[in-house]
């Protein structure tokens, strides 16, 4: 959307330019400041500042009457934060070294935060043009590129943030060459006076035709929240470089002034800037894009555009126009032959040609890499050749896995890869001149083959005695490569290979009756042969020790012995392990065989006994193992002691730490309903004595038993509770606690003691927990204590007693 207005112009004498398309001095901002630049700041809707040229040294100015820059010159690009453009740009092929950045993102709130529509910012830069005197139809053109970031200020169209170029001559605008770019809306703005105040709809789809994006970054908007409390938003729109240019051919002579300005919206709370390089090159129309064109490929040509201008292209025949034939910037694919690229774009003031002559090559060909070979790992070379390419090597890749892919700086249509340790893929990257794409070529692939390395035979000694029924396998491991042979000797000087080839890693000897050495061959790929260690298999002829133990284990019960029956058939002599615990063990020496033994061993834990057996002549030893396990010591719980009353059942309950002890015997059996279980009932006749003393058993299968007593007080009066009258809680473990004894009672329901002011200085309902003396801690002196006791008897009925304790210190 564009709309056009006549500005203020400032007029700056310049001298003549003696040639006809010289451009203007610093015209582009090459001086690196504003040299020959006017420049002004200032709010929309009132005061401005003005900075006269030349501002030489002038590189940036601040905003209206606050600290934040305004104006600036850019000589190095950067990266604009809402837009990612780069802030001097390259269009299609002509790279721009200058820019300036018009605005910034200050808006009222900055200039005054306690009031919220003081108007917006104006930035603004002109230049006064002395264009050179000549033909009016010889071209004299200023060609400018701007990019944009506009806050969306949901105003009405002309009150929105905006940037313009206004070319002026005398009073009178230029208009065609004048254009202006803001966010258009709907206009359904609700318009106070002050500006749009509520509800302009931005027009998105119009928007977007002519060039804008939304941002994804967030800004921190003051708008509709009276300047306090910012929000943040999504609702800035960016422009990316676009390239504008106009022609003063018919001013020959004369005098223009071309301003470049941005402006925040009307009422100021919403933020313009925008940025502005320009070409040094004024002598006419030019044409950006491919000189040398690859064939097929498709490549943009553009010129600057004129505001509202019609456009006309010529190709080369053969060559299609994809897209673009109407506007300032064309998408073609290349025919096969050359040519000129002509335009011819017209408008209200100017009347613009360009040709450009095109050359076309032939399209990337990338050809093949030759080379494969396979080379063995560690110091290597391998010489790699591209052929049958058309183009120019960029560079070489390399990959381990033909996925992960790393640069080679090579541009030479060979490579010599040295020194690889792993399989590597190579080829070539080509590119037949800038135009045409880029491709690769077939790869070549040098298999890297690891070293051969025979690792080991285990075990690397093997003695056998005579008579030993032992048949020795050998086992290759940590090897590298593939098994080519194994080779024998019988004095490890002179070897022979298996006949026939034996390949395998592991090999049995079989019976052993003489010395023999073995070693293995192994190969991996190109490499070369690798010999492992040598395992030899010695022979002794002398006879191999031998004995029996009978048992050979036994389970024995806590602090019980166990017997072990030796015989030694051969040997001559021997020793035992673990002889704190043995007797008749004997001296250790075999006066005659065969000969016996009976050893006792008393282990109080599960333990292995060993005997050894050697015999002259024989490095190896028998062994054998005598297991022995204990079982650990039976305890049994046959419970506290209790009271009971006659009639009144009682269950009895053992609990044993062994599971395997699960044979059980009650002595007497006086009142129980049976013997031989952990858990009997008793039940007592009045003329049952009155203390009967349990023993109980708990019984493995092995014999192995615990022990463990129960007292039971049978009373042959009826349920009732029992109160001492005194106690006396000093410490020395008797008679430290009252408590009440139950007698018949199942259930306790309170135990309650009070001093003599009737004060509760102990309570429970617990079954054998009592009083200690202390209250909150501190010990009660001798004294008289009142307690209150009630339970519930085996039938069922409430037992109530009270009475009196003396507490005796």
Request: charged share 10%; aromatic share 10%; proline share 4%.
């Amino acid at each position: 959307m564009k709309y056009f207005l006549c500005i203020a112009v400032i007029i700056i004498a310049v001298p003549g330019f003696s040639q006809t398309h010289t451009c203007p001095t610093n015209i582009n901002f090459n001086t690196g400041d504003l040299s020959n630049w006017a420049a002004a700041t200032g709010l929309v809707k009132g005061a401005k500042i003005n900075y006269p040229a030349p501002n030489t040294g002038v590189s940036s100015i601040n905003e209206y009457a606050i600290s934040k820059t305004g104006i600036r010159v850019i000589t190095s690009a950067g990266t604009d934060p809402y837009g990612g453009f780069t802030t001097i740009p390259a269009i299609n092929g002509y790279s721009y070294n200058y820019s300036i950045q018009l605005g910034s993102t200050a808006n009222s709130h900055d200039y005054n935060s306690q009031q919220s529509n003081p108007g917006g910012f104006t930035s603004s830069v002109t230049y006064t043009i002395n264009v050179p005197a000549g033909s009016t139809t010889d071209a004299y053109t200023m060609t400018y590129a701007y990019a944009m970031v506009l806050e969306n200020g949901t105003h009405n169209s002309n009150e929105q943030p905006l940037f313009k170029a206004t070319l002026s001559t005398g009073d009178s605008v230029i208009t065609c060459a004048s254009p202006s770019y803001y966010l258009p809306t709907l206009n359904n703005g609700t318009n106070t006076g002050g500006g749009s105040t509520q509800g302009a709809t931005l027009d998105t789809a119009k928007a977007i035709a002519n060039g804008f994006t939304n941002s994804a970054v967030p800004f921190l908007s003051y708008s509709g929240t009276n300047n306090v409390n910012g929000t943040w938003l999504y609702d800035v729109w960016t422009k990316g470089w676009t390239e504008v240019t106009f022609d003063l051919a018919p001013y020959r002579g004369k005098q223009v002034t071309l301003t470049f300005e941005a402006d925040n919206c009307a009422a100021g709370a919403h933020f313009a800037y925008a940025y502005i390089a320009l070409r040094n090159t004024c002598a006419g129309l030019e044409i950006s894009g491919e000189t040398a064109a690859c064939i097929n490929s498709t490549v943009t040509y553009s010129v600057p555009a004129l505001a509202g201008a019609t456009y006309n292209w010529e190709v080369p025949a053969g060559w299609t126009i994809v897209s673009g034939a109407n506007t300032n910037i064309i998408t073609a694919t290349i025919g096969a032959t050359d040519g000129n690229v002509i335009n011819h774009e017209v408008n209200g003031c100017a009347d613009l040609r360009d040709t450009i002559a095109v050359t076309t090559t032939p399209a990337t060909v990338p050809g093949q890499v030759k080379g494969d070979t396979a080379i063995c790992s560690g110091i290597n070379r391998a010489t790699l050749t591209l052929s049958g390419e058309t183009g120019n090597v960029l560079k070489w890749l390399s990959s381990t896995d033909g996925v992960n892919w790393q640069e080679i700086a090579i541009t030479a249509d060979n490579y010599t890869a040295q020194d690889l340790t792993t399989t590597t893929h190579y080829l070539a990257v080509v590119q037949n001149g800038r135009s045409c794409s880029i491709d690769t070529s077939s790869a070549a692939t040098v298999i890297v083959d690891a070293k051969a390395d025979a690792g080991e035979l285990e075990p690397g000694n093997t003695n056998v005695c005579a008579g030993q029924a032992i048949s020795p396998t050998l086992t290759l491991t940590n090897y590298t490569g593939a098994v080519v042979n194994w080779q024998l000797s019988y004095d490890s000087v002179s070897w022979a290979d298996f006949s026939p080839v034996y390949q395998d890693t592991s090999y049995n000897t079989g019976n052993v009756t003489q010395t023999i050495f073995y070693r293995t061959i192994v190969k991996s790929g190109v490499c070369p042969l690798d010999t492992s260690n040598v395992a030899v298999t010695h022979f002794f002829n002398a006879n191999m020790p031998a004995a029996t133990i009978d048992p050979d284990s036994a389970i024995i019960c806590y602090g019980k012995p166990a017997i072990l029956n030796t015989t030694i058939t051969a040997g001559t002599s021997y020793t035992w392990s673990n002889t704190a615990i043995l007797t008749g063990t004997g001296d250790g020496v075999i006066p005659s065989l065969p000969y016996t033994m009976r050893t006792t061993a008393t282990p109080l834990v599960t333990t292995d006994v060993v005997l050894s057996v050697y015999n002259t002549g024989c490095p190896n030893e028998f062994r054998d193992t005598f297991h022995i396990e204990v079982t650990l010591p039976i305890i049994v719980d046959a419970g506290n002691d209790t009271s009971v009353v006659i009639n009144q059942p009682l269950q009895l309950t053992t609990t044993v730490n062994n599971r395997d002890a699960n044979l059980f015997k009650w002595t007497p059996a006086t009142g129980l309903n049976h013997d031989n279980i952990y858990n009997p009932v008793a039940t007592y006749i009045a003329n049952t004595l009155e203390y009967i003393t349990y023993i109980v058993s708990a019984t493995t299968a092995a014999g192995c038993a615990g022990y463990d007593t129960v007292t039971v007080r049978v009373f042959k009066t009826g349920a009732n509770i029992f109160v001492p009258s005194a106690f006396t809680p000093n410490g020395d473990g008797h008679n430290d606690v009252i408590r009440p004894v139950l007698v018949g009672i199942g259930q306790l329901n309170f135990f309650r003691i009070y001093n003599r002011w009737g004060q509760l200085v102990f309570s429970t309902n617990q079954v054998g927990k009592g009083w200690d003396g202390n209250v909150g801690g501190n010990r009660q002196s001798t004294e008289n204590f009142v307690y209150m006791v009630q339970g519930v008897d085996y039938n069922g009925k409430v037992v109530n007693q009270k009475g009196n304790i003396i507490l005796i210190r």
